[in-house]
T-cell receptor
Framework: GESVGLHLPTLSVQEGDNSIINCAYS??????FIWYKQESGKGPQFIIDIRSNMDKRQGQRVTVLLNKTVKHLSLQIAATQPGDSAVYFCAENLWEGAAGNKLTFGGGTRVLVKP | GAGVSQSPSNKVTEKGKDVELRCDPI?????LYWYRQSLGQGLEFLIY????????KSGLPSDRFSAERTGGSVSTLTIQRTQQEDSAVYLC???????????FGSGTQLSVL
């Protein structure tokens, strides 16, 4: 079936640099996307979301970009800090027709921030 | 409550035993999800409840897995005759409406010996 996937399983970044985490999706009917951050031993925490009628959305130090033409989603973290070390997941709203909607998660990217 | 609450936080059981995992969603949230996360892996969808609709059980890996949601609030995930491959973190999430932002609990770490 159609799914969400990530290009890079692990990303090492120097403290203070910007991070970019990429995600590809294949369902052109998806209309809602979310990024989650998961620290060790904790459940995923919401970072930022975006609807398909937008190309870009900014939060505090984070920006999500959506390119519907190539079905690509990215999360940019500005001035990466040690506390940003975590696994990041993207998720898409997968339309299931009569069965309703559910969010489907990608495999995750681990971000390691080097001091 | 203030957030999604799961219990127990850790569960160690013997192969073949049954286990029950509990999830208390955020009050007022109509959608509730169960996911499984194996060590170092992504989130595997198991089941989701939306209001009074029939649950989407399409992610349950076998008939040993079942879940119910009583009164549209608390949910219990039951695993019968546990196997070692069931060892994982079981995460519960809820949302105000389906497909909107999910709020996750801290999960139950299940270890089957």
């Amino acid at each position: 079936g159609e799914s969400v996937g990530l290009h890079l399983p692990t990303l090492s970044v120097q403290e203070g640099d910007n991070s970019i985490i990429n995600c590809a999706y294949s369902n052109s009917a998806s209309d809602y996307f979310i990024w989650y951050k998961q620290e060790s031993g904790k459940g995923p925490q919401f970072i930022i979301d975006i609807r398909s009628n937008m190309d870009k959305r900014q939060g505090q130090r984070v920006t999500v970009l959506l390119n519907k033409t190539v079905k690509h989603l990215s999360l940019q973290i500005a001035a990466t800090q040690p506390g940003d070390s975590a696994v990041y997941f993207c998720a898409e709203n997968l339309w299931e027709g009569a069965a309703g909607n559910k969010l489907t998660f990608g495999g995750g990217t681990r971000v390691l921030v080097k001091p | 409550g203030a957030g999604v609450s799961q219990s127990p936080s850790n569960k160690v059981t013997e192969k073949g035993k049954d286990v029950e995992l509990r999830c208390d969603p955020i009050s007022g949230h109509t959608a509730l999800y169960w996911y499984r996360q194996s060590l170092g892996q992504g989130l595997e969808f198991l089941i989701y409840f939306q209001g009074n609709s029939a649950p989407d059980k399409s992610g349950l890996p076998s008939d040993r897995f079942s879940a119910e949601r009583t009164g549209g609030s608390v949910s219990t995930l039951t695993i019968q005759r546990t196997q070692q491959e069931d060892s994982a973190v079981y995460l519960c999430a809820s949302s105000l409406v389906a497909t909107e932002k999910l709020f996750f609990g801290s999960g139950t770490q299940l270890s089957v010996l």
